[in-house]
């Protein structure tokens, strides 16, 4: 076995019932560099990961780290063994401190008791190496996904042994953050570290990795050095065609005012500042700002699903005070939120079932679809949105996240919304999927149907939308549309003014 | 054969087919160690034997645990319904005193689902933890009782009421027949309504099937007092059966085989999927057990220790992670 290796992995195979997860898989990761592991959604890059740190076990295939076989059998065998992995999702828990949860199952022992002079000590110094300075004794909960991540990510590399995962580690993280991430990478890398990045941001893969490993459909397409290949040669690699960037047509922002909701004054207390807006049928409205800037928190006023305390929402000539999730999809109001996990699907019921839920809530109790009729739907909405599955009866859980997100899609979409509200729908999935959601969005709105859109990608926003408005610090600060619809202006918006890019975060208005 | 294997693999995946294979067991182990367990004697118009005097002695427990069910399906629980079946029997009693045996029926009835309201009250608006919840009315419910029975143990003579737990229809103990109702309308109410998608979702996530509008609270609200009103009917039966209302001893510690039944049945405790039929299998399952036990003439002091060694037995061969020690299942399903 040749030097300089510190994981080896050779024909890594795992099937699930109906899927063949990963076929023949080989990987390899250097001391001392930051390898990304690419490709699309349901490719095999989570598969992968979870074979190497025993989330499940392997059907066949070996690994190597630092010369020697291994078998982890669980991710606690893995850590012990110095593999340690930031999933997707924060990990943590949520009630427990932020020095507990970095040392939670390993706690420094003096006198035979927890040495907890050391436990916050220790926290405060790997916070701080990743530039992070926050009350360790404060819950986890206490502080927003982004911190959350830095604190899964001091305890991943404190307990690591050279190798440290990180999947998807970017996805609710801002500019800066990111930047700062980097940097730390960048540091332990310099250690002689080695680091798997798994992300879509192609941009971020071109600023910080050394090598690529591609996978497509579970097998493996190859492995290159970053700086030989192109980033499109890269693209057509992960979905196996030749692709250009798509530059979806916009309808002509010309179209007739003709309003759908009206919202005016509409606000929560430490949630969102009172806030107008309109929302036009067929129009694409996108809600853009930076994490916390009141984006996600609009959205979950106009469903309901948070109560707003002052305004009036009018839709349709009709006046709510206050609106709730039942209400909202009655009025024709449909909401795909950010976090798909939790509040998006019911991992344990079929396709079918999540499908069928909305249309069914829209209906009633005794209205029911019948089960004949729900795989009817669903298997529409499978063909016309190429969920990849091999039946209306698979658990939700087991699929690819932007099949699960595509299923909650499908879910709005059999309730034949006016409004569809799109929480960061393409966040944590791949470039073939995310393109085939603009093309839809841009579609439906072609058909009539009102989209509020939200993204931290400014570069997609401006894609999609007819009309944008930006939030910060829980206000609407301005509204572009038309030309001024750009980039620069959008990014102008939200860093003018006494907060800096970055810095809103949590900040009370 | 590669379909036989599959549809064998099918089966396995199919819950109730654990429960029914204990049940099957048990009834094997009977007709070889209990001469005469199957045999059943016909006379007045009435059958006679151990297995009808299961299916007789199992209709409060399989009632009640149908109802548990629901609520365990959401993640809930309720330990209560011991004493609501004695406060509903005590009530059904109470009122047919000087009222009509219909409405002394719909009093038991109200009150149960009265209970039950306040139980889904303290859960799902005041966001009570279940246990804790239901724990109030467990302890304050058989107080309760006592207070309409006067402290007393108090009996009646009408037949139209007694006939609800002495009474026999085609042959067949009445309790056979309430069994099959509350199962059939839990059944109805789950496979042509809209309720057992909602039960199954708001048990598998909460928080998103707000964000699909169904409404946890309400689901919620339904269930516990669906729970409330399959105690009283339990309660009906218990006190017809004896013509009298005894609110000390009614249909203690119920709740516990109850729950029992519902593990058994397949129905996790972490919510989601429920098996309504896995339910009074169970039930009948436990019932079972307790008849075999007393035929064996088992010493009383034993009684509960072979009870607890069975049940271990039945939980074992419930856990995927035992029975994939012995066989690996569903390991090689590929689609290629």
């Known amino acids: ?42 490719a095999g890059k989570s598969t ?40 997707q999702e924060v990990n943590l828990c949520d009630n427990l401190t932020v020095a507990e949860n970095i040392f939670s199952g390993r706690y420094p022992r003096k006198f035979g008791l927890i040495d907890w002079d050391k436990v916050y000590r220790r926290s405060e110094e790997m916070l701080a190496a990743l530039e992070l300075r926050i009350d360790v004794r404060q819950p986890l909960s206490h502080y927003s996904v982004a911190v959350q991540q830095m604190v899964a990510i001091a305890r991943a590399v404190d307990i690591s042994n050279g190798i440290l995962i990180l999947d998807e580690p970017t996805s609710s993280l801002d500019a800066n953050e990111v930047k700062q991430l980097f940097n730390v990478m960048r540091k332990l890398k310099d250690k002689g570290m080695g680091i798997v990045f798994v992300t879509h ?6 600023e ?39 530059q979806e047509s916009k309808t002509a922002a010309d179209t007739v005012d003709d309003v759908f909701l009206q919202a005016s004054g509409l606000g929560k207390k430490g949630s969102v500042e009172r806030i107008d807006l309109t929302v036009n049928k067929g129009e694409v409205l996108g809600l853009a700002g930076l994490l916390g800037s009141g984006r996600t928190e609009t959205a979950k006023l106009l469903f309901g699903i948070d109560k707003a305390d002052s305004g009036v929402l009018t839709i349709g000539g009709e006046e709510f005070a206050l609106m709730n999730p039942k209400k909202a999809i009655t009025k024709g109001i449909g909401f795909t939120p950010e976090d798909r996990k939790v509040a998006g699907i019911v991992g344990e019921l079929t396709i079918r079932e999540n499908i069928a839920l909305a249309l069914q809530a829209q209906r009633g109790l005794f209205s029911f679809i019948s089960v004949r009729k729900q795989k009817e739907i669903a298997q529409k909405y499978i063909e016309m949105l ?24 499908a879910r709005w979409l059999a309730t034949r919304p006016k409004l569809l509200i799109l929480d960061e729908p393409t966040r944590g999935i791949d470039v073939g999927s995310k393109s085939e959601i603009r093309r839809l969005i841009r579609e439906l709105a072609a058909d009539g149907m009102s989209i509020v859109f939200i993204s931290a990608e400014l570069e997609e926003m401006v894609q999609c939308c007819d009309r944008i408005i930006v939030l910060r610090d829980r206000m609407k600060i301005g509204e572009v549309r038309g030309a001024d619809m750009e980039e620069n202006n959008i990014m102008r918006l939200i860093a003018e003014g006494a907060n800096g890019y970055g810095e809103s975060n949590g900040l009370g208005a | 054969m590669a379909n036989l294997t599959a549809s064998v693999r099918n089966i396995g995946r199919n819950p109730i087919i654990w429960p029914l294979l204990a049940l099957a067991l048990l009834m094997i182990f009977n007709l070889i160690a209990i001469p005469g367990f199957f045999s059943i004697e016909f006379h007045d118009g009435r059958l006679f034997g151990s297995v009808v005097d299961i299916l007789k002695n199992a209709s409060p427990l399989a009632i009640i645990a149908l109802g548990m069910t629901l609520v365990i399906a959401l993640e809930g629980i309720d330990i209560s319904v011991g004493s609501v079946l004695a406060i509903a029997g005590a009530m059904g009693i109470f009122m047919l005193d000087g009222y009509p045996t219909w409405i002394a029926i719909l009093a038991a009835l109200g009150i149960g689902v009265l209970c039950g309201l306040w139980n889904g009250m303290l859960i799902s608006i005041l966001g009570i933890q279940p246990m804790v919840a239901t724990l109030i009315l467990l302890t304050i419910g058989r107080g309760i009782a006592q207070l309409i029975t006067g402290g007393r143990i108090i009996d009646t003579t009408s037949a139209s009421y007694t006939f609800l737990g002495k009474g026999y229809f085609l042959g067949l103990p009445i309790q056979a027949f309430l069994i099959l109702i509350v199962f059939a309308l839990l059944y109805v109410l789950k496979t042509r309504t809209a309720f057992g998608l909602f039960v199954e979702s708001v048990g598998g996530s909460k928080t998103a099937s707000r964000y699909a509008g169904i409404r946890p609270r309400s689901i919620m609200m339904i269930s516990y007092a669906i729970v409330g009103a399959c105690a009283s009917v339990a309660g009906i039966i218990v006190s017809a059966n004896l013509g009298s209302a005894d609110a000390n001893n009614a249909g203690l510690w119920i709740e516990l085989d109850a729950i029992l039944a519902v593990v058994i049945g397949g129905t996790s405790m972490r919510g989601g999927r429920f098996y309504l039929g896995g339910t009074v299998i169970g039930a009948l399952f436990i019932q079972s057990l307790t008849t075999t036990i007393y035929s064996l003439g088992v010493p009383a002091e034993s009684i509960l220790l072979v009870k607890a060694i069975v049940v271990i037995l039945v939980c074992l061969i419930q856990s995927e992670a035992f029975r994939k020690l012995f066989v690996p299942v569903g390991k090689k399903a590929i689609i290629e």
């Open chain 1, 1 to 42: 076995m040749e030097t300089g290796y510190i994981l080896k992995a050779r024909g890594i195979t795992k099937s699930f019932p109906g899927v063949k997860a990963l076929a023949d898989v080989d990987f390899s990761l250097r001391k001392g560099e930051i390898h990304a592991l690419m490709g699309e959604n349901g």
């Open chain 1, 48 to 87: 992968l990961i979870k074979a190497l740190t025993g989330v499940f076990p392997k059907d066949a295939g070996q690994i190597w780290l630092n010369g020697a076989e291994i078998s982890p059998r669980t991710p606690l065998e893995a850590q012990q063994i110095g593999i340690s992995t930031v999933y």
């Open chain 1, 201 to 206: 941001f192609l941009d971020q893969v071109y």
């Open chain 1, 208 to 246: 910080v990795t050394d090598r690529i490993t591609v996978l497509r459909n579970g097998s493996l397409i190859g492995e290159y050095a970053t700086k030989d290949l192109p980033k499109t040669e890269l693209v057509s690699r992960m979905i196996g065609r030749e692709w250009t960037e798509s």
């Open chain 1, 386 to 409: 190429q969920i990849k599955t091999p039946g209306t009866e698979q658990k939700v859980e087991n699929l690819s996240g932007g099949n699960q997100q595509k299923v909650i899609l």
